[in-house]
């Protein structure tokens, strides 16, 4: 019989493979973004009538979205979301300065403030979603985290 929680685990380190293949690859190669952002500027723009809606918003947004995956998946591997979104930053960190090699690209303070809320949006998440529900269910049928009654805390 096999270990679910090894199952678990092999599927979250599989899970964070894909996940780096693929962030490597949009945070890597040599291409300009700023067409796609200025395409996706324009239709917000022209066919959807949001004109206050520029393409730094796009981007930081982007970049919020890209990180919501590694700050879930690195919150289930160590079963702990401030883990998972302090890995995050320095991956981010890393990233960044990775970028200062690549021509096209330009590494800003502002792209890591924008993963870091991604990454607590995803470490968030899995305890909303996974961690706190497994919490809840290995504990013994009734118990709370009240305290007995007819005691109090002490303050």
């Given amino acids: 019989m096999s270990d679910p929680a090894a199952s678990r685990r092999a599927w979250v380190i599989a899970g964070l493979a894909l996940y780096s293949l693929a962030v490597a690859a949009v945070l890597l190669l040599p291409v300009s973004y700023a ?14 009538g949001i004109d206050w809606f520029g393409s730094g ?56 403030l924008a993963n870091t809320l991604g990454a607590a949006l995803g470490a968030a998440l899995a305890w909303l979603i996974v961690l706190r529900r497994g919490r809840a269910a290995a504990r013994p049928p009734g118990a709370t985290d009240a305290p007995p009654t007819g005691t109090t805390r002490a303050p």
């Fill in 57 to 112: 918003w796009i981007e930081f947004g982007a970049n919020i979205l890209m990180f919501v995956p590694l700050g879930f998946l690195l919150s289930l591997l160590f079963r702990r979301p401030w883990v998972g979104v302090v890995l995050a930053v320095v991956l981010s960190a890393v990233a960044e300065v990775a970028q200062i090699i690549i021509p096209s690209r330009q590494p800003t303070l502002r792209d890591i």
């Fill in 35 to 48: 067409g796609i952002v200025n395409r996706i500027g324009d239709w917000l723009r022209y066919d959807v």
